[in-house]
């Protein structure tokens, strides 16, 4: 089971990444290289129109871990594959829409 339990609202957004080493000749012809066999993950998760006992749990699990700097473990709903990521940003924002309703979006990547 993932530390991370807590489900965002559909569509939320994936990005995969890869790292590539560019390597520019005087004469003008370029040599890349590939820096990872595989692709970075990163994950842009919303939650809207949430209690605030939803709000509270959801942040209180992002002051547990410190912000950016402890990873977690979370299941992507889309392949059901569990990840290792962490917070990609030490801040947590989160907006009053009405009475005790709100809305909150953070983003995670995946740590290798």
Do not use: C
Not at 31 to 41: D, E, G, I, T
Not at 61 to 75: D, E, H, I, L, R
Request: glycine share 2%; charged share 30%; aromatic share 20%.
């Amino acid at each position: 089971m993932s530390d991370f339990s807590y489900s965002p609202d559909f569509v939320f957004e994936e990005t995969l990444e890869y790292k590539t080493l560019i390597s520019e000749f005087e004469n003008g012809a370029e040599q890349r290289r590939r820096k990872w066999a595989a692709p970075l993950h990163k994950w842009r998760l919303r939650f809207n129109n949430r209690v605030k006992a939803d709000m509270q749990m959801v942040r209180d699990f992002f002051k547990s871990k410190y912000g950016a700097f402890m990873a977690f473990t979370w299941t992507n709903p889309n392949d059901s594959v569990e990840y290792s990521v962490r917070f990609v940003e030490d801040s947590f924002k989160f907006t009053m829409k009405a009475h005790e309703v709100y809305d909150f979006e953070f983003d995670v990547i995946e740590v290798k």
